[in-house]
């Protein structure tokens, strides 16, 4: 198994990357549909989150309201570290035993774990490569506003929210530049794949 780690901040074309690559072959584990399930009805984590935090925290239909512990977490830095300290765990947990099901399914299987966080949550994986995908801040903003319909204040707030450039770009193997056309990045991710594929071969 072969195993890649694929980050950049937000808007910064990670999932074109992605499904690229799984157009290839590829095995994506995505953190952020990770970090969903391990708090669907049912979980351990969301147990714990109602424990901590009160029943207000889940829906009449049993789901976890992000919006209340959203507000409620993000006001009190002691909230989010218990949150996290709940989440975090269960989410390394959950993505080993996907990193794990895919080297049995295939050993030779390339397997990239798209994780937004990977330098803020200091995530200890042994990745083979680390790709950051990397396009300028402004032009991030500029896609944010255009087509997530962000305000501009808004689209900002979030690109700084995250991890400088600087410190992306210092853990990274393979730099894929994005902040020009789509078949650009596509064309560079296609190559990263060649150059992964020979490297396993």
């Known amino acids: 198994m072969y195993l890649i780690g694929l980050t950049g901040g937000i808007a910064a074309g990670k999932s074109t990357i992605a499904a690229r690559l799984a157009s290839h072959g590829a095995v994506i584990i995505d953190a952020d549909q990770v970090a969903r399930e391990v708090v669907e009805p ?14 207000g925290m889940v829906r009449a ?5 992000r919006a209340a512990l959203g507000s409620h977490v993000f006001q009190n830095a002691d909230a989010l570290s218990q949150l996290n300290q709940i989440v975090h765990p269960a989410v390394r947990r959950r993505t080993a035993q996907l990193i794990a099901r895919a080297s049995a399914v295939d050993p030779d299987a390339i397997v990239v774990y798209d994780v937004p966080l990977l330098v803020e949550a200091a995530i200890e994986i042994p990745f083979d490569l680390i790709v950051v995908a990397h396009a300028p801040a402004e032009t991030r903003v500029k896609r944010l506003v255009t087509l997530r319909g962000m305000s501009e204040a808004d689209a900002r707030a979030r690109v700084l929210a995250q991890a400088g450039d600087d410190q992306r770009l210092a853990v990274a193997d393979v730099v894929i530049d994005t902040g020009d056309t789509k078949q650009h990045t596509l064309t560079q991710t296609d190559e990263l794949w060649q150059r992964v594929r020979s490297r396993e071969g």
Request: proline share 5%; no cysteine.
């Open 61 to 65: 239909d049993g789901t976890l309201n």
């Open 42 to 55: 049912g979980t351990a984590a969301l147990e714990q989150i109602v424990q901590t935090f009160g029943p």
